[in-house]
């Protein structure tokens, strides 16, 4: 599975961006999709996750009720949308999947069998 991420860019504060990370190599419409970013000497956290039916999602604190995670099994493709976007979500950020078809969204990098290579969002104040 290939994972590719897009739609990122610079913003200003207040602004959004809507990012979509785009699989291929098979279909993805099992797997747990998840957004995590990673900020300038930082670690890599968890953003937003979307089980395989779309049935339960999970978000970091900072980003609930701004930040909105989708799919589209059809499109074997997963979204990602940032609104009221602030300085602090400066980061790399990097959608990936979790291939075990699991009843309950998990939040840690370690169960994420694929990775994306990143797209950079930039929020200016």
């Known amino acids: 599975v290939q994972l590719q991420a897009s739609g990122g860019g610079l913003v200003q504060a207040g602004g959004s961006l809507r990012l979509s990370c785009a699989a291929s190599g098979r279909t993805v419409s099992s797997y747990t999709m998840g957004w995590f970013r990673q900020a300038p000497g930082k670690e890599r956290e968890f953003v937003a996750a979307i089980s395989w039916n779309g049935g339960n999602t999970a978000y970091t604190d900072s980003v609930k009720g701004r930040f909105t995670i989708s799919r589209d099994n059809a499109k074997n493709t997963a979204h990602l949308q940032m609104n009221s976007l602030k300085p602090g979500d400066t980061a790399v950020y990097y959608c990936?999947?979790?291939?075990?078809?699991?009843?309950?969204?998990?939040?840690?990098?370690?169960?994420?069998?694929?990775w994306g290579q990143g797209t950079l969002v930039t929020v200016s104040s």
């Open positions: 990936a999947a979790d291939k075990y078809q699991r009843g309950v969204v998990l939040t840690a990098p370690i169960v994420y069998d694929y």
